[in-house]
Nanobody, 123 residues
Framework: QVQLVESGGGLVQAGGSLRLSCAAS????????MAWFRQAPGKEREFVAA???????AYADSMKGRFTISRDNARSTVYLQMNSLKAEDTAVYYC?????????????????WGQGTQVTVSS
């Protein structure tokens, strides 16, 4: 069992930056693939970025060049650095983990979820 706790959300002006953190419990963090998804009001939960157990990364097209996902296995933490934020980035951001270590893009392939953290970008 893995428990995930997100932090770092908040209110930021357009063009600003935020760094989200997701702290994981459990002794096998390094073997998990980790991802960030987001969900805006009235919309489906969508893929943002993922990092594999071997630290390979993948991003949704609209986040490439603006967002960076990384992991620190010693701290059992995954990060999402978000730069050049836009109003359309406003959403609840969720951390997710899957016991297979390879990259996946769909929410159905992730086994564990955090409670989410709100990111609001004002224009």
């Amino acid at each position: 069992q893995v428990q995930l706790v997100e932090s770092g959300g908040g209110l930021v002006q357009a063009g600003g930056s935020l760094r989200l953190s997701c702290a994981a419990s459990g002794r096998t963090f390094s073997s998990y693939a980790m991802a960030w998804f987001r969900q805006a009001p009235g919309k489906e939960r969508e893929f943002v970025a993922a990092v594999s157990a071997s630290a390979g990364t993948a991003y949704a097209d609209s986040m490439k060049g603006r967002f960076t996902i990384s992991r620190d296995n010693a701290r059992s933490t995954v990060y999402l650095q978000m730069n050049s934020l836009k109003a359309e980035d406003t959403a609840v951001y969720y951390c997710a983990a899957r016991s297979g270590g390879s990259l996946r893009w769909t929410k159905y392939e992730y086994d564990y979820w955090g409670q989410g953290t709100q990111v609001t970008v004002s224009s």
